[in-house]
């Protein structure tokens, strides 16, 4: 089964900092999907970025960047000089190719940016 | 392009009555999702339709939940009756099509309290 762990459930940095939200998952299939999602306060889901597990290439957009380690099963997320804008609920979510399967979340790591 | 719409925003219910939530995906987009999210957790499928058929229903309540799309457009959810661990944001995406890979694009949810 499926299964995805952010152990943070809460970060708080002060603005300029830099914040690496961590997110293992578990899956038996070889093919997968990794994704990222931003929840700010109004309550909508914003898409951040997807990953292909057969496409291990780390991504950079702005100040953003993700490492993806299939080694560890690790999808990690960072931001660079951290903005009170940033400060957020971030989801981590894996679907797998085959069988059954539906998009899993973990449970979410709240980041708070302070000035 | 218009994302996906949701109304109400926020509802307030008293246990065994029932409620009605209402769905618009993005133009175009054939699959739609609901989920339920409670306090503290990250978002979880109840249900999955392609087109105006249901693709997997496997953990929507259905003693006192259903959903339908008639035409393959708007969505509803109704809940009836509801009971207060109900109380949730329940979110609505949409993709364009029915892959595992695709992104799913969520609406602003709409935030539930039962009394």
């Known amino acids: 089964a499926q299964k995805v762990t952010q152990a943070q459930t809460e970060i708080s940095v002060v603005e300029k900092e830099d914040v690496t939200l961590d997110c293992v998952y578990e899956?038996?299939?070889?093919?997968?999907?990794l994704f990222w999602y931003k929840q700010p306060p109004s309550g909508e889901l914003v898409f951040l970025i997807r990953?292909?597990?057969?496409?291990?290439q780390n991504e950079i957009s702005g100040r953003y960047s993700w490492n993806f380690q299939k080694s560890t099963s690790s999808f990690n997320f960072t931001i660079t000089a951290s903005q009170v804008v940033d400060s957020a609920v971030y989801f981590c979510?894996?679907?797998?190719?085959?069988?059954?399967?539906?998009?899993?979340f973990g449970k979410g790591t709240m980041l708070l940016v302070s000035p | 392009e218009a994302g996906v719409a949701q109304s109400p925003r926020y509802k307030i219910i008293e246990k065994r009555q029932s409620v009605a939530f209402w769905c618009n995906p993005i133009?175009?987009?054939?699959?739609l999702y609901w989920y339920q999210q409670i306090l503290g957790q990250g978002p979880k499928l109840l249900i999955q339709f392609q087109n105006n058929g249901v693709v997997d229903d496997s953990q929507l309540p259905k003693d006192r939940f259903s959903a339908e799309r008639l035409k393959g457009v708007d969505s509803t959810l109704k809940i009836q009756p509801a009971k207060l661990e109900d109380s949730a944001v329940y979110l609505c995406?949409?993709?364009?099509?029915?892959?595992?890979?695709?992104?799913?694009?969520f609406g602003p949810g709409t935030r539930l309290l039962v009394l």
């Open positions: 979510a894996l679907r797998e190719n085959s069988g059954y399967s539906t998009l899993t």
């Open positions: 133009s175009g987009h054939a699959t």
């Open positions: 995406a949409s993709t364009n099509r029915a892959g595992r890979q695709e992104t799913q694009y």
């Open positions: 899956t038996r299939d070889t093919t997968y999907y």
């Open positions: 990953r292909n597990s057969f496409d291990e």
